[in-house]
Nanobody, 115 residues
Framework: QVQLVESGGGLVQSGGSLRLSCAASGTIVSINVMGWYRQAPGKQRELVAAAARGGSTNYVDSVKGRFTISRDNVKNTVYLQMNSLKPEDTAVYYC?????????WGKGTLVTVSS
């Protein structure tokens, strides 16, 4: 079992920055992919960014150039640096990880961007 705990959400003005962190704990053999999803009110959950163990990353088009995902494989932690935030980035952000073919999810952290 893997537990994921997110931190770093909050309220920020448009144009501001936030950094989300997600630490994995438990029985960890190897985490292949760690990433961030978000779900805005009335919308489906979407993948924001993902980072593979080997270093490759991918982003949804709407955050390219503004968000940066990084991970520390020793600490089993993934980060999401969010810059130039917009009101449309407001959502609950969920950390996700895949290990040994099983997907794990955090409980989510709320990010609110005021205009």
């Amino acid at each position: 079992q893997v537990q994921l705990v997110e931190s770093g959400g909050g309220l920020v003005q448009s144009g501001g920055s936030l950094r989300l962190s997600c630490a994995a704990s438990g029985t960890i053999v190897s985490i292949n992919v760690m990433g961030w999803y978000r779900q805005a009110p009335g919308k489906q959950r979407e993948l924001v960014a993902a980072a593979a163990r080997g270093g490759s990353t991918n982003y949804v088009d709407s955050v390219k150039g503004r968000f940066t995902i990084s991970r520390d494989n020793v600490k089993n932690t993934v980060y999401l640096q969010m810059n130039s935030l917009k009101p449309e980035d407001t959502a609950v952000y969920y950390c996700a990880a895949e290990s040994s073919g099983v997907d794990y999810w955090g409980k989510g952290t709320l990010v609110t961007v005021s205009s």
